[in-house]
Antibody, heavy 119, light 108 residues
């Protein structure tokens, strides 16, 4: 069974840092591009970042560019999101999602991890 | 950046009725990269339709997608109780993914 499990969320003060992880299983992780998507409470989904299978291509949303860094370790079947200079508006559930391939669709998604930025 | 608009914001229907959801883009979107998701409260989104009209694995055939250019539609032919949820469209272009604001389908 394909599974994605996020971890690392929590409460952090404005200006602080947090590192999210996503553990993948049930598929050949190194063959798939991956994404982070977030959803603030009661708000729409917002794509955060993309990394290709070999990390040769990395994209970010303008809202996080320069503050967040996506990375992956194919040997550990893991995806990461290093979040620095956190702001209140970064408060959200963060999901990792596998890229389906040629159609750039996300499937499946993890269950999400909540990040709260507050003093 | 391409902006997606979804209408209506809320659709109140009864089980068995047909639902028609619209997704409009601020500029032309490649059909290859137009996707629909379903999200229920407290759950992660689930892929429904990719490539504007292809159903994902395990998605019932009452769900169908259509459209091209700037106008896309998700149709649910006969609503089942489990279909009441929020539906998002998404597009990819120029190294950016964007989502629409969602359409909530609730029980009338």
């Amino acid at each position: 069974e394909v599974q994605l499990v996020e971890s690392g969320g929590g409460l952090v003060q404005p200006g602080g840092s947090l590192r999210l992880s996503c553990a993948a299983s049930g598929f050949t992780f190194s063959s798939y591009s991956m994404n982070w998507v977030r959803q603030a409470p009661g708000k729409r989904l917002e794509w955060v970042s993309y990394v290709s299978s070999s990390s040769s291509a990395i994209y970010y949303a303008d809202s996080v560019k320069g503050r967040f860094t996506i990375s992956r370790d194919n040997a550990k079947n893991s995806l990461y999101l290093q979040m620095n200079s956190l702001r209140a508006e970064d408060t959200a559930v963060y999901y990792c999602a596998r890229d389906r391939g040629s159609h750039m669709a996300f499937d499946p998604w993890g269950q999400g991890t909540l990040v709260t930025v507050s003093s | 950046e391409i902006v997606l608009t979804q209408s209506p914001g809320t659709l109140s229907l009864s089980p068995g009725e047909r639902a028609t959801l619209s997704c409009r883009a601020s500029q032309s979107v490649s059909s290859t990269y137009l996707t629909w998701y379903q999200q229920k409260p407290g759950q992660a989104p689930r892929l429904l339709i990719y490539g504007a009209s292809s159903r994902a694995t395990g998605i019932p055939d009452r769900f169908s997608g259509s459209g091209f250019g700037t106008d896309f539609t998700l149709t649910i032919s006969k609503l089942e109780p489990e279909d009441f949820a929020v539906y998002y469209c998404q597009q990819y272009g120029s190294s950016i993914f964007t989502f629409g604001p969602g359409t909530k389908v609730d029980i009338k």
